[in-house]
């Protein structure tokens, strides 16, 4: 992929923003450059400056300005905030549309080169659905020509790619200290940064970022609440007419605050999938949004606690191929970090696990609160070894040790009493 960029050199947009008013006003009331500054008390290359956004006016300038032009002075320095946002990977990778949602909400999109670098491994050499994601990517980006994407070259950072990615917010949030920048990753490590305490660059994931833009776009609470309601009576046609006639008031992903769930959610929950197939077409669905309930579960982590395995293997498949991110954890601190996989290892969904598995789930994560894997939930809560033996095939680690018991996998299987389990495990590696 062969995509330029441009500088992050910009004159700061509060300034050209003044200047263009004072433009319009000498345009429209026919005065030239060189009497409007007699007028105001300065040179005509001062003036000039403050009109290009190079310079910005005294105080004394600005409130003659104000008289002059009649213009109250708030509103003349008052230029909305821009919001501009850094795309990390695992965004693009995990939904590719995104990228329309965020020109669509955002006044700058920087795609940063280690992205696209990474974009291209993906495309060559990732799992299938890496693969068919970053194509995505790769044909949205290109198809995608407005002045508010960037593909940015400006790091010469030396370090991962991750240290790259978070020099150029930094960067670009330094030099536009009058506006937001956002870098928007899904990798919690970032959190961690060194962010040389700029106020004006917030780390966010794709949960705070439906928030923080949810509220920004001054969506209706009602009108959310009667969109709820219809999802929850399985009223398609009511859904679709609301969002036509009120959409941009709608907030698609707002939490019930009776039952906790987002509409999505609660459609699958209802097993509704002409209901699920409509709100995942929406622009601004949020397909990894957790409910607020006791364990903060995404949408797919509730179609692994579905009774049926027919309905939840379908369901899954629809939100993945929508782009649901199949690492996407429980946010409760009671269970943190209680993944898609343990919940369906824990139920003994074994064609569930496959689907993740086959998606890029993580073998080896570890919940934050036991410690605990996909494997040893598999351990405890099933007779049945398929999936044992499948995570054991597929790289699950027997010898990581859980948090509170310091135990493995395998002493849990004597724990439990299983001997099919123990030869199993002491066969994956040639004990005796």
């Not at 150029?168 to 030099?175: C, Y």
């Not at 660059?201 to 928030?211: A, F, M, P, V």
């Not at 009667?226 to 992903?253: C, M, P, Q, T, W």
């Amino acid at each position: 992929m062969q995509i330029g960029g441009k500088g992050m050199n910009t004159p700061d947009q509060r300034l050209i923003a003044l200047g263009q008013k004072i433009i319009n006003y000498r345009d429209d009331a026919g005065i030239k450059q060189d009497a409007f500054a007699k007028e105001l008390g300065i040179s005509r290359t001062t003036l000039s400056f403050i009109e290009n956004g190079s310079q910005a006016p005294s105080f004394d300038v600005l409130v003659k300005l104000a008289q002059i032009t009649n213009i109250n002075i708030n509103e003349l320095i008052d230029v909305k905030n821009k919001n501009i946002v850094v795309v990390d990977t695992n965004i693009l990778l995990n939904r590719p549309e995104m990228l329309g949602v965020l020109l669509k909400d955002c006044d700058l999109v920087y795609i940063p080169i280690p992205v696209i670098e990474e974009l291209n491994y993906q495309k060559d050499h990732g799992r299938e659905k890496e693969r068919r994601n970053a194509s995505l990517c790769e044909d949205i980006i290109s198809k995608k020509k407005s002045d508010k994407l960037d593909i940015h070259t400006n790091s010469d950072f030396d370090g991962s790619n991750d240290d790259k990615i978070l020099d150029i917010a930094i960067k670009l949030a330094e030099q536009e200290s009058a506006n937001t920048v956002y870098l928007l990753t899904n990798d919690k490590d970032f959190s961690l940064k060194n962010t040389k305490g700029l106020v004006n660059l917030k780390i966010i994931g794709s949960n705070q970022y439906s928030k923080i833009f949810a509220e920004k776009d001054g969506f209706n609470e009602a009108l959310s609440q009667r969109f709820f309601v219809a999802v929850l009576k399985r009223d398609l046609e009511s859904a679709k007419e609301l969002i036509k006639k009120k959409g941009k008031s709608i907030n698609v992903n707002a939490i019930d605050s009776r039952s906790g769930y987002t509409p999505l959610i609660q459609a699958l929950i209802n097993k509704d999938e002409a209901m699920v197939n409509y709100l995942l077409s929406l622009d601004r669905i949020d397909v990894n949004a957790v409910d607020h309930k006791k364990h903060y579960l995404p949408p797919i982590s509730h179609t692994m606690q579905m009774q049926n395995e027919r309905d939840a293997e379908k369901f899954a498949n629809i939100l993945i191929q929508n782009g649901a991110n199949v690492n996407e954890p429980s946010q409760s601190e009671t269970n943190l970090f209680n993944m898609p996989l343990m919940i369906a290892a824990w139920h003994g969904h074994l064609n569930l696990v496959k689907l993740l598995v086959e998606n890029g789930a993580y073998v080896n994560q570890q919940d934050k609160k036991n410690g605990f894997t996909a494997l040893m939930k598999a351990i405890f809560n099933k007779e049945d070894v398929s999936i044992v033996e499948y995570l054991l095939q597929h790289g699950a680690d027997k010898n990581i040790l859980s948090f509170l018991d310091r135990k493995t996998a395998l002493d849990y299987a004597y724990d439990k009493g299983n001997r099919k389990l123990i030869d199993l495990l002491k066969e994956s590696d040639g004990n005796d």
